[in-house]
């Protein structure tokens, strides 16, 4: 099984990069490869869908679109309830308890993510849908849950690693590390001539991006299964305890710099474009949905957290389009899911879209250069997002023992902050 899991993040990487190609040979012919509809997505029903998703994730330019043309096109009319990211759960545990009134489509992540909202009982099973097959290998990971497709994928494929600035690597003469340990000499280098290592955005607790070192720790199902099952907590892995001192050192050296706790996302623009900071953490589209600078001089190297010693890459989060399956507009909802999934509609609100392929008829987007430069070292340390999806109870807030930990000056110690980690993803787990 640790070998299949293996196997899988690799034929997933495939189909990316084969993507990549297709999408550079492909990107001129636009939306055009698909002039026609290639799906029946029914008829015009004049019912009105409701649609729940987290606030503000439904105004991604490509899903306003998409809501735009299924309206224009079949003059049917979409409620769309943008939800704030702490009210989410909540609102869809009521309307799962009859609490209040289901909406017909849910926009979530996959996995575990949906695991309290009991998806066998509420969510329609996609599995012998027509655009099962035009999935990557990537997309199927994401929507799979207890054997099935839940939900279809219709979200920007985006890479993972540590952007850095080209111009000041070149300046100082350093080249892309290989190792942790060249990784910290890099810091080092940096720190003697000014320059601020990584900018954190502590601030952000979610930015730690401590899942990013954990995708490797799962490819291990006995790992897996051990957190999963309740007989392995986070402070039983030792290599758990490297990630949380890799966050610790980095504070102690300076390599964060002196604000790293009140740094926060509105301040990633502004301090890539600075020159102050060398690298972040972060996705390669963020360069071209976010980052005002110019995204050009940068490039994507691994993620050097602890661990693995060369480094890592992660996969795409994909958000998923969730059909209630107890809806009284089902006939409608499943068409409109059919209509998102039609490459003549998909290609329409991609095209331009920095994103790898999610459909494998995808060609009007386009992948980012940082990619592109990067796709040999992409594929020798790429892993699929498999923590943040299949650790049950995981949660990115919980890096917030782990900045304690990098505050504590030797009062606390490794183990004892990832046992505060564990002893939170329990209680998360029990509430659920």
């Not at 209630?324 to 329409?348: G, Q, V």
């Not at 807030?397 to 329990?426: N, V």
């Amino acid at each position: 099984m640790k070998k299949g899991v293996r196997v899988l993040a690799v034929m997933g990487l495939a189909m990316v990069l084969s993507g990549c190609v297709q999408s550079r040979q492909a990107h001129t012919e636009s939306a055009a490869a698909f002039d026609e509809p290639q799906y029946d997505w029914g008829s015009i029903s004049g019912e009105k869908l409701v649609i729940w998703g987290i606030y503000p994730e439904m105004e991604r330019s490509y899903i306003t679109k998409a809501f735009d043309r299924y309206q224009e096109f079949t003059d049917n009319e979409l409620e769309i309830v943008q939800i704030p990211k702490e009210e989410f759960e909540q609102q869809v545990l009521a309307s799962v308890a009859g609490e209040i009134e289901k909406p017909d489509i849910l926009l979530s992540y996959g996995g575990t993510n949906i695991e309290a909202f009991q998806p066998d009982e509420n969510f329609y099973d996609f599995s012998d849908a027509v655009w099962v097959d035009d999935l990557t290998d990537t997309s199927i990971n994401q929507t799979v849950y207890n054997g099935k497709i839940i939900g279809l994928p219709h979200w920007e494929a985006s890479v993972s690693g540590t952007l850095y600035n080209k111009e000041i690597f070149e300046k100082y003469n350093l080249e892309v590390p290989g190792t942790q340990e060249a990784f910290l000499q890099v810091c080092e280098t940096l720190m003697q001539n000014g320059i601020t290592p990584l900018y954190m955005p502590g601030k952000e607790i979610s930015m730690l991006l401590y899942q990013f070192p954990m995708d490797c720790l799962v490819e291990d199902t006995d790992i897996l299964n051990g957190l999963n099952d309740g007989t392995l907590g986070y402070d039983d892995l030792p290599q758990m305890r490297e990630v949380a001192d890799w966050y610790k050192t980095m504070a102690q050296k300076g390599y964060l710099g002196e604000t790293y706790r009140t740094d926060d996302w509105n301040g990633m623009s502004e301090a890539m474009d600075s020159g102050k900071y060398a690298m972040m953490l972060c996705w390669d589209t963020w360069l071209y949905t976010d980052f005002t600078g110019d995204a050009s001089q940068f490039g994507i190297m691994p993620a050097f957290v602890g661990i693995p010693e060369e480094g890592t890459f992660e996969g795409p989060n994909l958000g998923l389009f969730i059909v209630n399956k107890n809806s009284e507009r089902l006939d409608a909802a499943l068409d409109f899911i059919t209509f998102l999934a039609d490459p003549y509609n998909y290609n329409a609100v991609f095209e331009g879209i920095y994103t790898a392929p999610v459909f494998k008829n995808q060609v009007a987007s386009i992948s980012t250069p940082q990619y592109l430069e990067a796709e040999r070292l992409i594929e020798r340390h790429y892993r699929d997002s498999t923590a943040w999806l299949r650790i049950r109870g995981f949660s990115q807030m919980d890096a917030s023992c782990i900045l304690e930990y990098m505050d504590a000056d030797g009062k606390e110690t490794a183990e004892e902050c990832l046992a505060k980690m564990e002893a939170l993803r329990q209680e998360r787990l029990k509430c659920k």
